[in-house]
C-alpha cells in the first residue's frame, strides 16, 4: 500500500466518521501524526475523483461528497492507485510473475468492490470526538 492510497483512505473515513462538520488538511495530518503535503495530495486527487468535496475559505474544508453507503472502496483504491510497474514485467523471465501480480489484483478488486466506506466506520481512530478526549486526558 503506497502512502498516496493510505491516505486517500484514511480521509473519507475521517470525513465519514465526523458528519456534519468539515475536515481540514491541517487536522487530517494531525490525527493521524502525518505529512501534511501527503494528505493534500490525497484531498487533491479525492476531490477531482468526486469522492470528497472541498470547500474553500476561512471556514472551508472538506467532506464526503456522497453518503459513505455510496462510496465503493474498490473506486477509491482504483483512483488513488494506477499501475507503473506493468513495464518492469516485459522481459520473458518475469512474465509468469506479470501473470501471477494480475491475478492477485483482480482479486483484491473484486473484493473491494463489494465493499463501502461504510462498512470501514465505526472505528474510534477516526473520530475526532475521540482523539480530543485523548488529548486533553494527557
Same mark, same amino acid.
Given at each position: ?53 472541498? +470547500? %474553500? $475559505? ?6 464526503? &461528497? =456522497? ?5 465503493? #472502496?474498490? /473506486? ?17 523471465? +518475469? %512474465? $509468469? ?6 491475478? &492477485? =489484483? ?5 473484493? #473491494?468492490? /463489494? ?24
Amino acid at each position: 500500500m503506497t502512502i498516496l492510497l493510505d491516505n486517500g483512505l484514511r480521509l473519507p473515513l475521517l470525513a465519514a466518521s465526523n458528519p456534519g462538520r468539515l475536515i481540514t488538511i491541517e487536522e487530517a495530518s494531525t490525527t493521524f501524526e502525518a505529512s501534511h503535503a501527503h494528505f493534500a495530495k490525497a484531498a487533491n486527487r479525492l476531490v477531482r475523483s468526486a469522492f470528497l468535496e472541498s +470547500l %474553500r $475559505g476561512r471556514n472551508g474544508g472538506l467532506r464526503l &461528497a =456522497r453518503s459513505p453507503e455510496q462510496i465503493c #472502496l474498490g /473506486e477509491v483504491v482504483a483512483a488513488m492507485t494506477h499501475s507503473t510497474c506493468d513495464n518492469l514485467f516485459e522481459n520473458d523471465v +518475469l %512474465r $509468469g510473475w506479470r501473470c501471477v501480480r494480475a491475478g &492477485a =489484483r483482480a482479486a483484491y478488486m473484486r473484493h #473491494l468492490q /463489494e465493499r463501502s466506506l461504510a462498512d470501514l466506520l465505526g472505528d474510534p481512530v477516526f473520530s475526532l470526538e475521540s482523539k480530543v478526549t485523548e488529548l486533553q486526558a494527557l
